[in-house]
């Protein structure tokens, strides 16, 4: 078990990174009602945790190069992490994906693989951190775990505000363990405040 400040300061950098610079206003994306929804259904069991979210978000603005899909099992995720707060008595695990090239920092996030990072080895794209987190009463961890291999996939054409995230993953743990299956994720507005509190 990993030791529960450093998960805070992970998920703080994570959600802190995707609110950048203020963007300019934009139109949210419509999705197409003839094209239908995927399921989010990853399933694993890690460390002991059963691994079944309920719910995937996303986290992002125009031009940043990285893109966070937050997992949980709780009903309310977005309204929390907008609130500054993480959620209680939930597992939960961020999922961040990145550009790492200059000719795709600004672009946006589209269908492809993203390979999780191996040490400082950089692809063009890849899946900087997957890390999973069983939060208790008080939204303190009692239990983490990163991946170290796997990758995530992405479906969608492109990525945008105001629309979804779907795709699927395959993400293996220091335990030989496995999360896998497909998501849908909905946009999330990135928060202004640092998720420090409980809701």
């Excluded at 940043?64 to 008595?89: H, T, Y």
């Amino acid at each position: 078990m990993n030791h529960p400040a450093l998960w805070v300061v992970l998920l703080v950098s994570t959600l802190v990174a995707c609110r950048g610079s203020t963007p300019p206003p934009v139109t949210q994306a419509e999705t197409p009602a003839a094209v239908p929804a995927t399921k989010t259904a990853v399933r694993g069991r890690i460390d002991g945790i059963e691994v079944q979210p309920t719910q995937a978000v996303f986290l992002w603005r125009p031009k940043a190069d990285d893109l966070s899909i937050v997992f949980a099992d709780s009903d309310d995720l977005c309204a929390a992490l907008q609130a500054g707060a993480m959620p209680k008595n939930a597992t939960v695990m961020s999922v961040t994906i990145k550009h790492n090239t200059k000719e795709n920092r600004d672009a946006p996030f589209a269908a492809g693989d993203f390979p999780v990072r191996q040490g400082s080895a950089l692809e063009p794209q890849d899946t900087k951190r997957a890390r999973l987190a069983k939060l208790d009463a008080t939204c303190k961890p009692t239990t983490t775990a990163t991946a170290t291999s796997g990758s995530v996939h992405l479906t969608t054409t492109e990525v945008k505000v105001g629309g979804v995230a779907e795709g699927s993953l395959s993400l293996v743990f220091p335990s030989g363990e496995k999360l896998e299956g497909p998501f849908r994720a909905t946009y999330c507005a990135p928060p202004d405040l640092e998720p420090n509190g409980c809701r």
